[in-house]
Structures are given as C-alpha cells and as structure tokens.
Nanobody, 125 residues
Framework: QVQLVESGGGSAQAGGSLRLSCVVA????????MGWFRQAPGKEREEVAH???????AYADFVTSRFTISKDYAKNTLFLQMTSLKPEDSAMYYC???????????????????WGQGTQVTVSS
C-alpha cells in the first residue's frame, strides 16, 4: 500500500523560504515518478515540479528557479525547497507518486497517481 505524508508547510513572509517534505511508505520510492502539485482556493490544481525514476527533473514555468525538488533515498523522502516566496505561492501543496502504466510515461500522467493529504503554505506580503 502506498502512503504519502507531507509536512513542512506553514506561514512565511514574501521573500522567505519553506521546505516541504513527503515521506513515502511502500516500495515505490525509486521506481515511481514523484512530484508536487498545488491548489489555491478557487483555482485549478497545478503541477509544481516532478522528478522521474531516473532522476530527470522538470519544473513549472512559474517556479522560475525559486524551487528545488529533490529525493533522499535513505529516508524515502521527497523534498521541495521553496525560496523567494510570493503571496501567489499560497496554496495547499500535495505530494504525488505515479508508476508507469500503458504507453505513457509515469510523469506525464502524474496527476493520476497516489496523492498525499496536502500541506498548507501561506505567504504574506
């Protein structure tokens, strides 16, 4: 069974930093695409970043080098280091994991994978 447990959210001032963590239970950490989504009130859920099983990383355009996604294999933990935070980064952040099924890559179908419960990030100006 796959379980994703996020932590590290909270409040920050604009320009500040937060690091989100996602502990992964289940034998998937090295085999699945892992990533972060976010959803602000009244807005659609959007992908922030992902890292494939072979380490390939991709970021959403709005990240603009402010965020870094990484994995700690010893701790089965996915991270999202966020710097230069803006009020528009305020959202619920979700950790997501997806294995490859069919002909599409796991990362291209990430939103159809396993989701954590989310951790709230609030950035004030």
């Amino acid at each position: 069974q796959v379980q994703l447990v996020e932590s590290g959210g909270g409040s920050a001032q604009a320009g500040g930093s937060l690091r989100l963590s996602c502990v992964v239970a289940g034998d998937i950490f090295s085999r699945y695409c892992m990533g972060w989504f976010r959803q602000a009130p009244g807005k659609e859920r959007e992908e922030v970043a992902h890292i494939s099983s072979n380490g390939r990383i991709a970021y959403a355009d709005f990240v603009t080098s402010r965020f870094t996604i990484s994995k700690d294999y010893a701790k089965n933990t996915l991270f999202l280091q966020m710097t230069s935070l803006k009020p528009e980064d305020s959202a619920m952040y979700y950790c997501v994991a997806k294995g490859k099924t069919g002909t599409k890559t796991a990362c291209s179908t990430l939103r159809m994978g396993y989701w954590g419960q989310g951790t709230q990030v609030t950035v004030s100006s």
